[in-house]
């Protein structure tokens, strides 16, 4: 069941201070799609037993079918040095859906040892020792030669317990542990075995998603605060103009300024949504229909503040790939920066019509293609020299395609 309506989701769009705008981004194959499951369910959107095996944002087909994802489903927004002892890393295995922070065994351990949350967070990373004899924490290793550095001591090795005691369906031993841990568990979980168990287990002890929460409420900037210092990375006109002053306030009484990413296919054949950002002032709904994403369904909503993403129907025929919208009568703003890509394609496919007078039927395929994707490149030349063969080049790297045409 879905934990919220779309009236619930559009109220909260207002809270532009609350937002958190944020990407998955890892090597092809690694992983993204699998952990995004987690935060999926977490929003009831799928069920939690499901998760890491659905990889709900692979909505097409192909992507289904072939286990990888071919459309990105977001870009990448700054500082990307990350600190386990900040909190700002967190340990996990997406299949599983389990993941922790070190504030998660902080948390535990702060009292037990008298001292706060940050100050235990330093003493599970890194050089830091803790010796029972003088029950004081040392950042050389000394005495015993088996004594461990506390990230093992008290975070690794408690994980590796409780994940043997459920393998080996020591119930006796594991009931316990748990107990004293605060997990509960509902009876029929606890006639689960094995890895089926060990897995119900972690994912009640540290749930994926409230360890990726708690990064993105925490660390991640809300556009209120990040468009303050990235509005002269993201504005190519005078900065003390309405717009970039709008933009850097995130001010939603201000001018339209939204900025679209990519064109999204939509069911209806040949017709495409406009994805995109606002970043300045409210989009709404008038001669053309804002909607918002909910998992896999779009939901049509009145208006949509800065801060927020959001789809618009009806613009495909005047967008190629990216566009920068404002309103009619904001004639002197500039654009928004065009997103840069460095990709090298890697992969590279010719096709050809079976058919030669289907060559216009690819031909417009190829464009659509083109719409679709911000890396694609339609060159007529090409067309010429490579006749009826048409060749394309693809960089899965990046989920992105290169065609020449
Ligand atoms: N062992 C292990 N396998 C994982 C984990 N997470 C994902 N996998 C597996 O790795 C494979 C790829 O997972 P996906 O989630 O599709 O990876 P992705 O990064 O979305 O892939 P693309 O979108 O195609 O780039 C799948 O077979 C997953 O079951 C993990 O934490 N541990
Ligand atoms: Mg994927």
Known sequence: MVKFTVEEMRRIMDKKNNIGNMSVAAHVDHGKSTLTDSLVAAAGIIAQDVAGDVRM???????AERGITIKSTDALLGDVQVYPEKGTVAFSTGLHGWAFTLSNFAKMYASKFGVDESKMMERLWGENYF??????????????????????????????QIINTCMNDQKDKLLPMLQKLGISMKSDEKDLTGK?????????WLPASNALLEMMIYHL?????????????????????????SIRKCDPEGP?????????PAS?????YAFGRVFSGKVSTGVKRTVIWMGKKQESVEDVPCGNTIAMVGLDQFITKNAILTNEKEVDAYPIKAMKFSV????RVAVQCKVASDLPKLVEGLKRLAKSDPMV??????LVLFGLGLCLTAGPVQDSILVLV
């Open 377 to 382: 490149l339609c060159d007529g030349i090409s």
């Open 221 to 245: 900037p809300s556009p209120a605060k990040a468009q303050k210092y990235r509005v002269e990375n993201l504005y190519e006109g005078p900065l003390d103009d309405i717009y970039a002053s």
């Open 344 to 347: 090298s394609p890697v992969v």
């Open 268 to 272: 209806d054949k040949g017709r495409f």
């Open 57 to 63: 944002t692979d909505t097409r087909a192909d992507e």
């Open 196 to 204: 089926a168990l060990m897995k119900r287990v972690m994912q009640n």
């Open 256 to 264: 339209l300024m939204l900025y679209v990413s990519k064109m999204i």
């Open 131 to 160: 010796d029972p004899s003088t029950k004081k924490w040392t950042s050389k290793h000394t005495g015993s030669a088996t004594r461990k550095r506390g990230f093992v001591q008290f975070c690794y090795e408690p994980i590796k």
